[in-house]
Nanobody, 116 residues
Framework: QVQVVESGGGLVQPGGSLRLSCAAS????????VRWYRQAPGKGREPVAY????????NYAKDVKGRFTISRDNAKNTVYLQMNSLKFEDTAVYYC?????????WGQGTQVTVSS
């Protein structure tokens, strides 16, 4: 069955960096676009970054553009989110998402906490 599993979250100081990973299985990964979302405490889930199936198109939320980079390795069925210059407001649970034939698949999320 379709699975996406996030990892790489943790506690980091403001200005620091983290790289999140999302390992996918159960489908032909290279055929589908992938997205990262996040959900901060008390807020709704919001899109962070998007990458097309072949990696030629990317899109970022305004408040992470220039600091976050999405990438993928189709040979490893993995998508990454490199997060640099982290801010307090980046604290959230980060989720990987893939939509297959109109159905959304989500991982369990990975917690990112930016704190001094």
């Amino acid at each position: 069955q379709v699975q996406v599993v996030e990892s790489g979250g943790g506690l980091v100081q403001p200005g620091g960096s983290l790289r999140l990973s999302c390992a996918a299985s159960g489908f032909t990964f290279s055929n589908y676009a992938v997205r990262w979302y996040r959900q901060a405490p008390g807020k709704g889930r919001e899109p962070v970054a998007y990458m097309s199936s072949m990696g030629d198109v990317t899109n970022y939320a305004k408040d992470v553009k220039g600091r976050f980079t999405i990438s993928r390795d189709n040979a490893k069925n993995t998508v990454y989110l490199q997060m640099n210059s982290l801010k307090f407001e980046d604290t959230a649970v980060y989720y990987c998402n893939v939509m297959i034939r109109g159905h959304d698949f989500w991982g369990q999320g990975t917690q990112v906490t930016v704190s001094s």
